[in-house]
């Protein structure tokens, strides 16, 4: 008959190995939930309101931008996912103290296109090469290609379209004004970039 006892050393690797596994999750939850209340106090810190469309300027897509470079793509998705939550429960998350309302109003469409920007983003950004400076100034170049891919590419005209949608305003209006955040975006998009790649360090 074969022993059903696992011997001492088997018990201890897999309790070594299950205790481990719970540090990670927690610490990946940790994480998701640090990114999702920077997405709130950035909402919170003020807007910056854009001629030609309701959608004001926040910090939030630094946010993004943030944590599409320095998370997974599946914590990242579930930071973004947490705040969208969030604020679908009633919590004012949103900008100006919105929650709810804001999911149906003209910023519905960028609130929700937060989450594709960020997955797109965290998935092409490559590994970082931090070795030299120039791997460093090439990794920064592809966060940054990575980025505009994400945040702009993807965020922009989803954001629009749902909007033309919900106003009735065309879609290539929409498009046109909401180009205004590229004023705010591209800053953020290259500071971003060059932090996280490690260019600004001597």
Known sequence: MISQHRSPVLDHVARTADAATAKRLLASGARMLLFAGLMWAAAAAGKVPVPGTPVPI???TF???LAALTLSWREAAGA???YLVAGAAGLPVFAGGASTLALVGPSAGFLVGFLPAV???AMVRGKARTGS???RALT???YFGAIVLGVIVVLYPFGAFV???LTGVPFPAVMLASLGFLAGDLPKAVIVSVACAGLSRR
């Open 63 to 65: 946010v993004v931008m």
């Open 163 to 165: 909007q033309s949608v």
């Open 58 to 60: 926040t910090m939030q």
């Open 133 to 135: 400076v120039k791997a």
């Open 140 to 142: 920064s170049l592809r």
């Open 119 to 121: 997955v797109v983003t």
């Open 80 to 82: 973004i996912g947490t």
